[in-house]
């Protein structure tokens, strides 16, 4: 008892701000450790329901289908940012009227976009897109539609988390990821034992139980006044719209950019060495993902307190934060290295002898999560703060060499698989340099020019 009196204790202490995150952070580390543990129990249940053949084109599919994430055109984003300022000024008329106009906008475009996919989708030949055999068993083409369709309703109800991020209960927002993954694994659990499973349910079941539980958290919220400001109506208000975009294009480049650099790994490996091969190069990413996972625990609730931190000048907490933050990133470093060195154990365990993942692959991947950690944490801060031209044109960057290095390593050095993530590697280290740089000028007020943008 005297334990738990010092960790509520120490829970509570520092200012509102902090105590918030650590609450959340405490909140999101149970809940994100169960929902890393469903998505890892997905893969061995759906690779055991589907040959090697179909996990890969579900996976290379649902990573096309993950690109079209920013067709909100960064509105999440920048409604994040101006939400949680008109909150941190008390600006309840504003921020009313920002949650209006975040789902009018997602229903227009929405709309728009599964309108234009499906004049376009009598003309596209997936089994060609994605190098499947002619004499695949399954209709392609309509699976796809469905998807398609399903994730534009994804679109407008999904906006729900973006609002808990941005009232700073991260872990409410990971608790509606966590339970639809839990509902997927059921629902594929019971086509596996009905034996119905095949492309087209599994495909159902990932698309459809986020959709159910979106639904849901968007009722019981809203009527439970959880969320501090309920719309009138879903009313889109231009001035706002103008507001959010102002900020949110620059979000909209650099998702494009960032999407087109992490998600073409399984497409490029799909047409290289064809559908086969994206599944021990996703089974690797999933691991050293997972583990990623957690450091984004750690700083997912900074994003919107960084907003208020900035908005009423607070340098010497953000600064305090940072140095902490960059302590538990060494300490989160030596596990990536300590869960390398296991690796091979780690997949035998998780899969049996159903395959066999080149250390090499998993090295690169080890990588791929100490880079992308070290330069999150910076801009994580640079996203809250709305200073992101930096990060914009270093996400051109990497989006216009990505392709064509991955296309080199891989196939003309014949380094294989491997090469793919090694491109994107290449790449994370102008973010990791850079990146640091402009936080250290901002949090000093020395910056200036396009330091300050």
């Known amino acids: 008892m005297r334990h738990i009196n010092i960790i509520l204790k120490k829970l509570n202490s520092g200012s509102t701000r902090s105590v918030i995150i650590k609450k959340n952070i405490l909140g999101s580390i149970f809940i994100k450790g169960l929902s890393i543990l469903t998505s890892l129990l997905l893969v061995p249940v759906t690779l055991n329901l589907l040959d090697k053949e179909k996990y890969g084109i579900w996976i290379t599919l649902y990573t096309v289908v993950t690109w079209f994430n920013m067709m909100d055109i960064g509105l999440g984003n920048g409604f994040r940012n ?27 475009i929405s709309i728009g976009f599964f309108s234009v996919y499906s004049l376009m989708h009598p003309f596209l030949n997936w089994n060609s897109l994605l190098n499947i055999p002619k004499d695949f068993d399954e209709n392609l083409s309509t ?15 999904k906006n729900i988390t ?61 009527s439970k006044k959880i969320i501090p400001v309920v719309p009138n109506t879903i009313k889109f208000h231009k001035e706002y719209f103008r507001s959010m975009m102002s900020l ?33 190069y996703n089974i690797s990413y999933r691991l050293f993902a997972s583990t990623l996972s957690i450091f984004t625990i750690l700083i997912a609730p900074f994003w919107t307190a960084y907003t208020e931190a900035i908005t009423k000048r607070d340098f010497e907490w953000i600064k305090r934060v940072l140095k902490n933050l960059n302590k538990m990133w060494i300490l989160f470093a030596t596990g990536i290295l300590f869960i390398l060195l296991l690796s091979p154990w780690i997949f035998r365990i998780w ?28 801009s994580q801060f640079l996203n809250g703060v709305g200073k992101i031209k930096i990060q914009l044109y270093i996400s051109i960057f990497q989006c216009l060499t ?43 007020i020395k910056a200036s020019g396009i330091w300050n943008k």
């Open 402 to 444: 990505n392709i064509p290095l991955a296309i080199l390593l891989a196939k003309n050095l014949g380094i294989g698989i491997s090469g793919v993530i090694l491109a994107t590697n290449l790449n994370l280290l102008f973010a990791a340099v850079i990146l640091p740089i402009q936080v250290y000028k901002i949090t000093n």
């Open 351 to 378: 899969l049996g002898d159903n395959l066999q993942i080149p250390l090499n692959l998993s090295a690169s991947f080890a990588i791929y999560a100490l880079l992308l950690s070290w330069s999150g944490m910076f």
């Open 143 to 157: 699976i796809v539609w469905v998807v398609f369709g399903l994730f534009s309703l994804q679109l407008i109800l």
């Open 82 to 108: 101006k939400f949680a300022e008109a909150l941190a000024m008390e600006d309840k008329s504003s921020a009313q009227k920002f949650i209006e106009t975040i789902y009018s906008s997602t229903i227009i």
């Open 248 to 280: 949110g294009i620059k979000f909209f480049f650099i998702q494009i950019t960032t999407i087109v650099m992490f998600s073409s790994g399984n497409f490029i490996i799909a047409q290289l060495y064809g559908p086969s091969d994206v599944t021990p």
């Open 162 to 222: 973006t609002i808990l991020l941005s009232i700073q209960k991260t872990a409410l927002s990971n608790a509606l990821i966590l339970i639809g993954n839990i509902l997927s694994l059921i629902v594929i659990w019971i086509f596996g034992i009905t034996e119905k499973a095949n492309l087209q349910t599994i495909s159902f079941a990932f698309m459809v139980m986020p959709l159910i539980v979106y639904t849901f958290a968007t009722i019981i919220l809203f």
